[in-house]
């Protein structure tokens, strides 16, 4: 061997032990120590070298992980110790836990009395949703791995395994066995998966039903370059065949072991001490549930120490010291009775199943969302299909999926409808929005209670003392229909509503204290609705709730047409003259305006005295700081931020609320923090006080 030769292959070993440390402490210590960009430049290498020089090219390299087609499907592999399933134990209704986890008590009774033990030690883990799967490694090499299959025997998915990075290729440091038989699960991220149909979908390719069928479908795939395209990953829970060596004498401690050699192992692995110690542990990953990045279907109880476990011995095809207690099931069978819409404080209308009830874990499902009519057609939802429903933790029910083949005949496919089921207003989708919306924003009883907090919002018609609360009591006790109502409310009707809202509540009139009306909070109340009937032509508008349509448009639009009647006539065409005002913000604006309900709250409103004092349009008009945008922070001392908002829009100005590579300079006052500091790490052009005082006084007038 030549000194060319030398080099390269140490230079292989080297990379192989870097990919290998790498791997390990990403998936088993969860510490990554270089990023993604490095290992695949140590990756690349390594293929290089091994390219150049075949020899070195051995069986356990990272570069083989995606290995050879399977030549006519899987052969079988016949398993040296059965793969065993798990007796299962579900929960009951009961008074206590003893009562409800009926099945865990004689679980650990039995073994109790079996040993003649008190709370014996269990090594308690998840119960992950994916594939079992059996590793054998020789000499520290992976030779082999294999599905369960019926638990005698299974099939050499052995190419397959090799493209999991989380399953290592040789195992780490010694003392492991000659031959070593690793047992666990191979699942899919919550994250890879969601990744996964979201690449599927925009190529209009399948998407996959769930995790734990991405997990077992990719695995079982016939070409190898198919499955390492799928993110797998793997946690090790047991042993199957050991020979030549010996294994701790706890299970607990095995399962350390193997961590340590290089398998994963699920961090929620943990010990506890009888019947208390296991529904605790079950009870805290159960709250735990729906928050973890992988899905799992209850946890699993196995007595720790393994002379204990020989003296139990099996039952059937299941250990009598092993337990699975299920979680209830998060994914049930049923059948759509009805496909709604509900029409949320925005308007957004979303459409939702009307199912026949089911229990899904532990909780009665009438409902479940379908999210958009985008999601409906993916899936083909029709009324009268059986489908899959799926509820994790406290997130809202979805349908996930139809059963085609239990589909009835005659069955329709399911279409938006074109009027708001609760107001009659239009519903729209803009062109790029996953969204649809009912336009009648503000008559639209749905959207009422948000359509009035925001109406009476201090940059808004600023409505002082118009709570939330209030706004409940006026909507449920039929004060307020519109926005347009507040202004026929009387000093009566608040004192009337209170002393409602009172008695609803079963507690004692706070508008009677010792012995005297109290009435000032109605009276402020009163007093602040007329007030803020002079307003302005852009508060106004913001006040109107229209899509897309802050504070900066709704001052734009203001300036640009002067009043709202020539804004309300303006074209989607004349709207996206506007500045900063392009095509989607102006379909919403006209969508809003055409809406006949709105026309006629805003005539309302007019009627009611609300005004505003309209100017000469001031289109095409341009300012000293036209096009420039502007961010203000910290505190000014002789003028509010407000004020020092309003002048530099006259003067053409966008004022944003964020520093980015666009903003032109930053206003800084005192105590200014975050935003300045991004100023000057982005190189903008920082302005103090007197500078810009300075700048003002030069265009006033």
């Given amino acids: 061997m030549n000194r060319t030769e030398r080099d390269a292959g140490r230079r292989a070993r080297e990379l192989r032990t870097a990919i290998e440390d790498a791997n390990y402490r990403y998936y088993v210590l969860d510490d990554p120590a270089i990023p993604d960009a490095e290992y695949d430049r140590l990756m690349r290498e390594l293929e290089t070298l091994e390219a150049q020089h075949p020899e070195l090219a051995t069986p356990d390299s990272p570069t083989r992980r995606v290995g050879a087609r399977a030549a006519g499907g899987f052969a079988e592999v016949r398993h040296a110790v059965p793969m065993l399933s798990l007796a299962n134990a579900f929960t009951v209704e009961g008074d206590d836990d003893h009562a409800r986890f009926r099945e865990v008590a004689e679980f650990v009774h039995r073994i109790e009395q079996a040993l003649d033990r008190t709370n014996p030690v269990f090594s308690v883990e998840p119960k992950l949703d994916g594939l079992a799967i059996s590793l054998r490694y020789e000499q520290g090499v992976l030779v082999q791995g294999a599905t369960r299959g019926d638990g005698t025997t299974g099939e050499d998915v052995t190419a397959n395994v090799r493209t999991v990075r989380a ?89 350390q072991c193997l961590r340590e050699w290089g398998a994963p192992v699920s961090p929620l692995a943990e010990r506890a001490r009888g019947f208390n110690g296991l529904i605790e542990y079950y009870k805290r990953i159960g709250a735990m549930r729906a928050r973890l990045p992988y899905d ?69 499902v009438t409902n479940a969302t379908l999210h958009n009519a985008d999601q409906v057609a993916r899936l083909d939802v029709r009324v009268g299909d059986s489908v899959i429903v799926r509820r994790a933790g406290d997130v809202i029910p979805e349908v996930v999926r139809v059963i085609p083949d239990r589909r009835p005949p005659h069955t ?60 409940e009591d006026l909507i449920e006790f039929g004060y307020v229909h519109s926005i347009a109502d507040l202004y026929k409310l009387g000093l009566e009707d608040f004192l009337e509503m209170k002393r409602r809202a009172d008695e609803r509540d079963g507690t004692t009139p706070e508008t009677v204290k010792a012995g005297k009306i109290a009435t000032k909070w109605a009276e402020n109340l009163v007093a602040a609705i007329e007030a803020s009937k002079a307003t302005t032509l852009e508060r106004f508008l913001y006040a109107l709730g229209i899509p897309e349509v802050g504070e900066a448009t709704a001052k734009t639009l203001a300036r640009h047409f002067g009043s709202l009647d020539a804004l309300m006539a303006a074209s989607e065409t004349e709207l996206t003259e506007v500045p900063d005002v392009g095509p989607v913000v102006a379909s919403h604006i006209a969508a809003f305006f055409a809406e006949h309900h709105n026309r006629e709250a805003i005539a309302a409103l007019r009627k009611a005295g609300v005004h505003w004092e309209e100017s000469p349009p001031q289109r095409g008009r341009e300012g000293p700081l036209t096009g420039q945008t502007v961010v203000l922070t910290g505190a000014l001392s002789s003028l509010s931020r407000e004020e020092a908002r309003e002048k530099l829009e006259a003067l053409g100005a966008k004022v944003a609320g964020s520093v980015s590579k666009k903003t032109s300079f930053v206003v800084a006052g005192e105590a200014a923090g975050s935003k300045l500091d991004k100023a000057q790490a982005l190189g903008v052009e920082v302005w103090d006080e007197a500078r810009l005082l300075a700048f003002l006084k030069s265009h006033e007038g």
Avoid at 247 to 255: F, K, V
Avoid at 328 to 345: D, K, N
Avoid at 412 to 441: F, Q, Y
Wanted: charged letters at 25%; glycine letters at 10%; aromatic letters at 6%.
């Fill in 167 to 255: 399953i290592p290729l040789r195992l780490r440091g010694r003392d492991w066995p000659r031959v070593l038989e690793v047992r666990g699960e191979v699942i899919m991220l919550r994250r890879d998966f969601e990744a996964f149909n979201a690449h599927a979908l925009a190529h209009g390719e399948r998407p996959l039903a769930n995790p734990r069928n991405g997990a077992a479908g990719s695995l079982r795939q016939l070409d190898p370059a198919v499955t390492a395209r799928r993110k797998l990953s793997f946690f090790a829970y047991g042993v199957g065949e050991v020979r030549g060596g010996e294994l701790p004498d706890t299970h607990s401690e095995t399962l």
């Fill in 296 to 364: 799992i279907d209850g946890v699993v109880y196995k007595l720790d120490d393994y002379a204990g476990q020989r003296e139990l011995g099996f039952v059937a095809r299941a250990p009598r010291w092993a337990l699975a207690h299920k979680f209830p099931a998060e994914e049930q069978a049923t059948v759509v009775e009805a496909i709604e819409i509900q029409i949320g404080r925005t308007g957004v209308a979303t459409p939702v199943a009307r199912l026949k009830p089911v229990q899904v874990a532990g909780v009665t």
């Fill in 412 to 471: 329709r496919p399911w279409k938006m409808p074109a009027r708001c089921p609760v107001c009659g207003s239009a519903i729209v989708r803009e062109e790029g929005e996953a969204a649809a919306r009912c336009t009648g924003g503000l008559v639209c009883a749905a959207q009422r209670r948000e359509a009035i907090r925001h109406f009476a919002a201090r940059r808004a018609m600023d409505i002082e003392g118009l709570g939330e609360r209030y706004i």
